[in-house]
């Protein structure tokens, strides 16, 4: 939301810029658009702290404008995804406003986390920690200013996490539901999924200190993935199924396995959910393999379409991630310098990997434009709150989160009027990356991805659900079939790869001969007999 466009001159985007920039979402041939909170907030978390779940930040535009969104959006052939934060509040939502004045034992501290302490309520209630760093726990004051309870945030302390077990948590979050859908969007992506619900009794975790919020270890974890929150999706479920044409949910969830994810979506549960183990794999083939096989494993049984993701909001940009030398595992150690160019290479090749398989696929605004994370932001321009509580070790996701360049040679390249300082300043160098620059060159990545897209819709063989590997007996290499003879090759290894009697080239993401040269990737037409 605050990257995208700026059409009311604060260096922030909103609605207005996105309804400007619609034909260039037209254009690039995506079917849906997935929106970050727009909602009131105070923006301690860049707006996923929320104070009111059922209108809009003045400085995002209004509700009206929301509603013209979303009429020139479907007139454009473009649905609308909304995000819905449902683990917790902002500290200034009238819910958490009101708990702290009812004091301890009352009904209003029971929409949150309100506990004492132990070691003579001096020491958090448990060992739980915090998404951004830090216990999860915060104390709070009495209006006479002596200490008393604490509160539950797996986020930053200005989110407090609501009890998902109190009647009235169930039925407020039922109408923003209802509010959302009642105004037509067309799905609904759920945040941090897996902390909605936690272990009775709130029992320790057992984390080393100083440890990490590495969730995709964690298994039986007392306050991640627990199997209670399957009734809260079950719940949605059942309200969305009541509205008429297909809407759909997208869970945000990153858990232990990809058998732990086919949870999310079992037939009475959510639509689809993002796929952080694609994201987070290494450009190696072998894991890349993996990642693929465990997730069309895992989800075939439950009967939910796949997605792939390879950049978000909260994640390193995809190119600046391939340009360093590859980790042998998720998150193994990272190192070497930058080589953008290589980065760059592998992002192009990513994305025909990404396109070319079964089921969904997740784009991060910007990712068209090959745009690189941003890694030497200024300390005084960093907004994520990771960075304060981390005590400056992580510099957080504003890297990713730079607005986008859309034309000019200068900054704010067309993001905001010409005298504004955009949120994030933007590099001088992004001269070269803007969409108008791009949309000039029919080799730039703009142009890559338009064409990638627009062959997705037409061409047969991607439409089924059909796949298969080919054994290519090279490690280095990713070759597969889909439907009515359709081919995609990926070169991950260091040699060129010969491509005769293989197909006839439709789209590749660097140019090719007779050969497929490292880190590049290529469509196929192929004789649907073979
Ligand atoms: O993120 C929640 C979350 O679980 C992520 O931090 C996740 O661990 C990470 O993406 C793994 O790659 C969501 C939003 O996407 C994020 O921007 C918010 O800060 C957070 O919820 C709190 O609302």
């Known amino acids: 939301m605050r990257s995208f466009a700026d059409s009311n001159g604060d260096g922030l985007g909103d609605v207005g810029g996105l309804r400007a920039r619609l034909p260039h979402l037209a254009e690039l041939g995506v079917d849906a658009l997935w929106v970050t909170p727009w909602y009131p907030s105070p923006m301690a978390d860049g707006g996923y702290d929320i104070?009111?779940?059922?209108?809009?930040?003045?400085?995002?535009?209004?509700?009206?404008?929301?509603?013209?969104?979303?009429?020139?959006?479907?007139?454009?052939?473009?649905?609308?995804?909304?995000?819905?934060?449902?683990?917790?509040?902002?500290?200034?939502?009238?819910?958490?406003?009101?708990?702290?004045?009812?004091?301890?034992?009352?009904?209003?501290?029971g929409r949150y986390f309100f506990r004492d302490g132990r070691a003579g309520g001096d020491q958090p209630p448990n060992d739980w920690i915090s998404a951004f760093g830090g216990p999860a726990w915060t104390r709070v004051t009495s209006p006479g200013g002596a200490p008393e309870q604490w509160y539950l945030h797996t986020f930053a302390p200005e989110q407090p996490d609501v009890d998902w077990s109190d009647p009235q948590v169930q039925q407020g979050y039922d109408d923003v539901v209802r509010f959302w859908l009642d105004r037509g969007v067309d799905g609904i992506r759920v945040d941090a999924a897996p902390a909605m619900a936690k272990a009775p009794g709130l029992p320790d975790a057992g984390h080393a200190p100083g440890a990490r919020f590495d969730s995709h270890l964690w298994q039986d974890s007392p306050h991640w993935d627990v199997d209670e929150v399957h009734a809260i999706l079950r719940r949605w479920r059942a309200i969305s199924d009541g509205y008429p044409g297909d809407r759909a949910f997208v869970t945000e969830a990153v858990v232990h396995s990809a058998e732990r994810l086919s949870r999310?979506?079992?037939?009475?549960?959510?639509?689809?959910?993002?796929?952080?183990?694609?994201?987070h794999a290494p450009w190696r083939a072998e894991r890349l393999r993996q990642v693929i096989d465990a997730t069309l494993a895992a989800l075939r049984p439950v009967g939910a379409p796949p997605t792939w993701v390879l950049s978000s909001h909260d994640d390193p940009r995809h190119v600046t991630r391939y340009s360093r030398e590859q980790p042998a595992e998720r998150g193994g150690p990272v190192s070497g310098p930058a080589d953008l160019a290589?980065?760059?290479?592998?992002?192009?090749?990513?994305t025909l990997l990404l396109l070319a398989l079964p089921g969904g696929a997740y784009l991060y605004q910007g990712e068209e434009?090959?745009?690189?994370?941003?890694?030497?932001?200024?300390?005084?321009a960093l907004q994520d709150p990771t960075w304060e509580r981390s005590g400056h070790t992580v510099r957080g996701r504003d890297g990713c989160r730079v607005p986008l360049p859309w034309s000019g040679e200068a900054p704010p390249f067309g993001f905001t009027a010409t005298d504004v300082r955009p949120w994030l300043p933007q590099p001088p160098e992004w001269a070269a990356l803007t969409v108008e620059r791009q949309s000039a060159d029919p080799e730039s990545t703009l142009s890559l991805y338009r064409a990638a897209l627009r062959l997705r819709r037409e061409l047969p063989g991607l439409a089924g659900e059909r796949f298969r590997w080919d054994d290519d007996g090279d490690g280095s290499v990713l070759a597969f079939t889909r439907g009515?003879?359709?081919?995609?090759?990926?070169?991950?290894?260091?040699?060129?790869?010969?491509?005769?009697?293989?197909?006839?080239?439709?789209?590749?993401?660097?140019?090719?001969?007779?050969?497929?040269?490292p880190d590049t990737a290529v469509w196929l037409e192929r004789d649907p007999a073979t």
Do not use: I
């Open 51 to 109: 104070t009111d779940h059922r209108d809009v930040d003045p400085r995002f535009g209004t509700l009206a404008d929301v509603d013209a969104l979303l009429e020139e959006a479907h007139g454009l052939g473009v649905r609308v995804v909304v995000d819905l934060v449902a683990n917790h509040t902002s500290e200034q939502h009238p819910w958490f406003v009101a708990a702290l004045a009812a004091g301890p034992g009352s009904a209003e501290r």
């Open 264 to 279: 999310y979506v079992r037939p009475d549960e959510m639509h689809t959910t993002f796929n952080f183990d694609f994201l």
């Open 342 to 350: 290589v980065g760059l290479r592998r992002a192009r090749a990513a």
């Open 369 to 380: 434009l090959g745009l690189p994370e941003v890694e030497d932001l200024p300390v005084d």
């Open 484 to 517: 009515a003879g359709f081919g995609c090759l990926v070169n991950l290894g260091e040699r060129p790869l010969p491509l005769a009697g293989r197909g006839v080239a439709l789209l590749s993401s660097s140019p090719v001969t007779d050969e497929l040269p």
